[in-house]
């Protein structure tokens, strides 16, 4: 687990944009959950810190693909998920596994 950020970054309204092991993370507040997801679109890899979040979905800015960003399924092609990461609170602290969430 690595830390990426606190709970007052993302009260901000903006993503957490981090690195773990590597991988291009994003952290979303979410019904005040945290969570955790790749950072580009599975699609086309468009650049989701970019994108806009409607409730519990995120639109990809580049093609208006849709994302439910607990699950990471996709509305316009099931076959495609957005990767979910497991996020961790430790007081404000946020930690991040890029092992799958789910």
Same mark, same amino acid.
């Given at each position: 687990?690595?830390?990426?950020?606190?709970?007052?970054?993302?009260?901000?309204?903006?993503?957490?944009?981090? $690195?773990?092991?590597?991988?291009?993370?994003?952290?979303?507040?979410?019904?005040?959950?945290?969570?955790? $997801?790749?950072?580009?679109?599975?699609?086309?890899?468009?650049?989701?810190?970019?994108?806009?979040?409607?409730?519990?979905?995120?639109?990809?800015?580049?093609?208006?693909? $849709?994302?439910?960003?607990?699950?990471?399924?996709?509305?316009?092609?099931?076959?495609?998920?957005?990767?979910?990461? $497991?996020?961790?609170?430790?007081?404000?602290?946020?930690?991040?596994?890029?092992?799958?969430?789910?």
């Amino acid at each position: 687990m690595q830390k990426v950020g606190t709970m007052a970054d993302l009260a901000a309204g903006k993503p957490i944009r981090a $690195t773990v092991e590597g991988e291009k993370i994003l952290v979303f507040l979410v019904a005040d959950q945290p969570v955790a $997801t790749a950072a580009r679109c599975p699609h086309a890899h468009g650049p989701l810190h970019q994108g806009e979040i409607c409730g519990s979905q995120l639109i990809c800015p580049w093609h208006g693909w $849709t994302f439910n960003l607990p699950s990471g399924s996709c509305e316009e092609d099931p076959d495609l998920v957005l990767a979910t990461y $497991t996020v961790v609170r430790d007081g404000d602290d946020l930690l991040v596994s890029i092992d799958a969430a789910g």
